[in-house]
């Protein structure tokens, strides 16, 4: 199964990756060369912010371990350049490579898209330097950006089997000790994803309810599944990937 990574400039794919290579998570590894990755990223990363990175992809092999046996997914790193996804003019400059991108994307089995947290919804408390608030979407700017991201999925993922669309930066505006506490994967034969699901759309997605709705009533519509993400908590970071691993059968 092929899985891509997408989203917004710095909302945290790459560190995502990144931290699934370091260490890993009790039922998710990167198999292939992870000291390798993680020095290489960081590079790429430094000339992205120097302005010349191109998009090298690359090809993760990531272990998923469940009680049926191991899975391996075939990530497809796309190293997109920051203004990809929400940068039109870079999109029309450099139409090729945006069209490469999507391209891509489009034949991917799996979806992870990462979305920011909802400014308005963030906890001042919890914040901790690595985020600014006031780069944060407002509650409105955040509905329409999603509205931008299901319009995206209906034009480029029409392929694709399954689509998750994780909140990341979950340790911005909620408890990640309490939620990966109760939610963390339990290997047992039980699915825990329709609750989990269910759950988060009721309980962080509620902005985007209307949306969702909206597109759920399209015919044939791929079912989107949601979740929370945070580098900070390996038990919210590993769900996405247990799912597809879990849910795919080929
Ligand atoms: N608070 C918090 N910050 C994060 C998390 N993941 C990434 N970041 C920060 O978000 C910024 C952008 O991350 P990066 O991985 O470069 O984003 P990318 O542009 O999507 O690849 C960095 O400063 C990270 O430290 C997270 O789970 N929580
Ligand atoms: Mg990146």
Redesign the pocket.
């Known amino acids: 199964m092929n899985v891509v990574v997408i ?10 990756v ?1 931290a699934l290579a370091k260490s890993g998570t009790k039922h998710v590894q990167v198999v292939n060369d992870p000291d390798g990755l993680v020095a290489r990223r960081f590079n790429v ?1 430094e000339d992205r912010i120097a302005g010349t990175a191109q998009m090298l992809p690359e090809t993760l092999l990531i272990n998923v371990d469940l009680p049926s046996g191991e899975r391996q997914i075939q990530l497809l790193w796309i190293d997109t350049p ?1 203004e990809a996804f929400s940068n039109r003019e870079w999109q029309k400059d450099n139409a090729t490579a945006w069209q490469d991108i999507k391209q891509q994307i489009s034949q991917s089995t799996g979806v992870i898209l ?1 979305l920011p947290p909802n400014g308005d919804r963030v906890n001042p408390n919890r914040l ?1 330097g ?2 600014d608030v006031d780069e944060l979407p407002s509650n409105q700017a955040w509905v329409n950006r999603f509205k931008y991201w299901l319009d995206f999925f209906k034009d480029n993922c029409a392929n694709a089997q399954h689509l998750l669309i994780c909140i ?5 505006f909620c408890d990640i000790q309490q939620e990966g506490n109760k939610w963390k994967y339990k290997n047992s034969k039980e699915s825990p994803f329709f609750e989990y699901n269910k759950y988060v759309r009721r309980t962080y997605f509620t902005s985007a309810d209307k949306i969702i709705q909206e597109y759920n009533s399209r015919p044939y519509a791929t079912a989107l599944q949601f979740f929370i ?4 908590n390996p038990h919210l970071l590993e769900l996405p990937w247990i799912y597809l691993a879990s849910h795919h059968h080929n």
């Open positions: 989203g917004d400039r710095a909302v945290g794919k790459t560190s995502m990144v990363e920051g990462l901790d690595r985020i990341h930066k979950a340790d911005t993400t945070s580098t900070d």
